[in-house]
């Protein structure tokens, strides 16, 4: 019944923007905590972004944080990344899940998230 689907990502130059999103589905939106995770070639998952239930506070990962934004609409069951001045090391695959956690040492979907569920994820590359 979880679903989680990923958006927005393409190939875009160094320096550019691009919007994801995230369309939540089978569980009570507002009640959970939101995070971007990305998983980068061959190294670990990386969350980069989380933000409250209420959307009242946000912490991002250094690597990111200055270029990256992300919000919510709880009435739209969705969550955003607003992702400016990319590099190329922000090529990844992203993914969005709830309760966002730090640790995740592996793959991101080897990790047991709450619901056990990942999307698919949406790639983001960049490149000139």
């Known amino acids: 019944q979880v679903q989680l689907v990923e958006s927005g990502g393409e190939l875009v130059q160094p320096g550019g923007s691009l919007r994801l999103s995230c369309a939540a589905s089978?569980?009570?939106?507002?009640?959970?905590?939101m995070g971007w995770y990305r998983q980068v070639p061959d190294e670990e998952c990386d969350l980069v972004a989380d933000?409250?239930?209420?959307?009242?506070?946000?912490n991002y990962a250094d690597s990111v944080k200055g270029r990256f934004t992300i919000s919510r609409d709880n009435a739209k069951n969705t969550v955003y990344l607003q992702m400016n001045s990319l590099k190329p090391e922000d090529t990844a695959v992203y993914y969005c899940?709830?309760?966002?956690?730090?640790?995740?040492?592996?793959?991101?979907?080897?990790?047991?998230?709450?619901?056990?569920?990942w999307g698919r994820g949406t790639q983001v590359t960049v490149t000139s």
């Open positions: 899940n709830v309760d966002p956690f730090s640790g995740i040492r592996g793959a991101c979907t080897g990790w047991g998230t709450t619901f056990g569920y």
């Open positions: 089978g569980f009570t939106f507002s009640n959970y905590d």
């Open positions: 933000i409250t239930n209420d959307g009242g506070k946000t």
